[in-house]
């Protein structure tokens, strides 16, 4: 029995072959499994010389905080790094494709990369996917043509702004933002206020914690600011460690081993395949 | 065999039309704070019509009593009815002509039991209010939702007011206020609000209420900054984006 019809590899791109199924399974009452939104505040800011990126430190697995110091600024190319928020396995794998792609094209041009060359790349990649890889970026770089910031949303629309914020804190951080945003910030100014920016969505965002990341990137080269300030230090820890309270007194020590003691010796036979 | 659900119940598809469902005419956010004599309300005077901007005289802050500022946010003929509901209740402790009226926290309670008890009935009165006021020199500010969760703050706010001038009420309200400082804070979060909430409208009124009594400003509009040479041509230097 011969098929009729060619088989052709997948091109790539988001498959609608389920959608039909998905379709009829929701008709009948069966919904589909909810993504887990990871909790973020990340910020970008032009400033006089270049770009300030910023972000918080926590990573949520629903209602449980799952790192309390993870690094949400990716490198993107040594003058283009890119703040990531959503789901963080598509952030880390998006952003990682994106920087060995760009480091493959300037060994091909022999040039530095450029701010736009990543968006394109980025929002090719999102929009191909529908909106189901969900990361939603803050890209910032300085390139020839100058210093750029861009947001890059989930189904693939991007934005240029001069300040810019993402994540389920980006209400609370862009309300700093509009207060307090003013053209021509020197390089202190813009750490400043990005590093404000963070705290207000660490303090008034569930989905955000711990500390702040700043990266200052400028012609000059770039600063990597990580945990540029820890406003939630652990309080109350104990210096001397743990002990027992004075009252318990030793009246007799006996140590019974449980299992032989192993030895090991040098140069044994080596293991069978 | 006893019938799934009695008559009167407000669940099944005929009896939709026998409860709020959703909310028709709108306002959007209120914030207010205390400041040093009393309580100071900001809200702006639209009422939209889903996405149209249909309303825009709407005063959406009205005193109650002699000791209280009411200020909703949602369904505008709900809290039409809601102030209905007052004007009773201020009626009826006027009529004791006792020397005694009721104060913040009194009518503060009165709209919470009211708030809850309709969405016990799946029949809600679709806002969010905040009540404060001040009476004996004991200043009190409190909101309540349209599900009856209510609670009392230094500084409050509705709907999109509370994810984006609350984070900056937290860093700069300070007590005892002065009167300016309380209106420029306040003036801070309305601007992000006109800025960031799109049924925002550039028309607001700011309330104050004090042991003399409560006055309402006259409508007036915020200065806006639109001019960072960012936003005039944000692609200039990055070819192919938009």
């Known amino acids: 029995m011969s098929k009729s019809v060619i088989e052709m590899p997948p091109k790539g791109g988001f498959s609608f072959d389920l959608c039909k199924r998905n379709e009829m399974l929701a008709k ?19 400033f006089q010389d270049g770009v300030i990126l910023g972000a918080d430190t ?15 600024i990716h490198y993107m190319a ?60 803050v890209l910032g770089g300085v390139d020839v043509t100058g210093p750029h910031l861009h ?23 862009m309300a700093v933002f509009e207060s307090k945003y003013k053209e021509g910030l020197t390089r202190d100014e813009g750490i400043k206020l990005v590093t404000e920016a963070i705290c207000s969505g660490i303090f008034n965002d569930l989905g955000s914690g711990s500390n702040v990341d700043i990266c200052v990137i400028t012609k000059g080269g770039k600063e990597y600011l990580r945990n540029h300030l820890q406003p939630n230090p652990r309080t109350y820890t104990s210096s001397k460690g743990y002990s027992f309270p004075k009252k318990t007194e030793v009246l007799l020590t006996k140590i019974t081993p449980l299992k032989e003691k192993v030895e090991i010796i040098e140069g044994g036979d080596a293991m069978e395949e | 065999m006893a019938s799934k659900q009695p008559e009167n119940s407000l669940l099944g598809p005929e009896a939709d039309s026998q409860r709020t469902l959703y909310p028709n005419v709108t306002g959007t956010s209120v914030v207010a704070l205390k400041y040093k004599d009393g309580i100071l309300m900001a809200a702006d005077m639209g009422g939209s019509y889903g996405s149209t901007l249909r309303y825009k005289n709407v005063e959406r802050m009205k005193a109650i009593g ?41 009518v503060h309670n009165y709209l919470t039991r009211l708030m809850y008890n309709r969405r016990n009935k799946f029949n809600p009165l679709w806002n969010s209010l905040v009540l404060g006021g001040i009476k004996n020199g004991e200043k009190y500010l409190g909101t309540v ?17 509370n994810h984006l001038a609350r984070p900056i009420l937290r860093q700069e309200w300070h007590e005892n206020l002065s009167f300016e400082d309380g209106v420029r804070l306040l003036e801070k979060c309305m601007r992000v609000l006109l800025y960031r909430d799109r049924s925002a409208i550039n028309k607001l009124q700011i309330a104050k209420i004090t042991e003399e009594g409560m006055t309402i400003s006259q409508p007036y509009s915020l200065k806006t900054y639109w001019e960072f040479s960012a936003f005039e041509n944000p692609t200039q230097g990055a070819v192919g984006s938009w």
Not at chain 1, 58 to 72: F, L, M
Not at chain 1, 152 to 173: K, Q, V, W
Not at chain 2, 153 to 161: E, I, L, R, W
């Open chain 1, 151 to 173: 947001t890059i949303y989930p189904h693939g629309s991007t934005d240029t702004l001069p300040f810019a914020t993402m994540g389920s804190g980006s209400l609370a951080a």
């Open chain 1, 28 to 46: 009948k009452g069966v919904s589909p499994p909810s993504f887990r939104k990871t909790g973020t505040t990340i910020v970008g800011l032009i």
């Open chain 2, 66 to 106: 002699k000791h209280s500022l009411l200020g909703a946010s949602g369904e505008i003929s709900d809290f039409q009815e809601i102030l209905r509901y007052l004007d009773d209740l201020i009626l009826y402790d006027n009529m004791w002509d006792d020397g005694n009226s009721l104060g913040p926290k009194e």
């Open chain 1, 58 to 72: 926590r990573a949520t697995e629903g209602p449980i905080v799952c790192d309390k110091n993870c690094e949400k």
């Open chain 2, 145 to 161: 939702s349209m599900i009856g969760v209510n609670f009392e703050d230094d500084h409050v706010a509705t709907g999109f007011g």
């Open chain 1, 78 to 137: 040594p003058n283009i790094y890119c703040c990531g928020a959503g789901t963080a396995a598509d952030t880390e794998a998006v952003t990682d494709m994106v920087s060995s792609q760009l480091q493959l094209h300037r060994y091909h041009t022999g040039r530095e990369s450029r701010v736009v060359t990543a968006l394109t790349l980025l929002k090719r990649h999102l929009f191909n996917y529908q909106g189901y890889v969900s990361a939603a970026l």
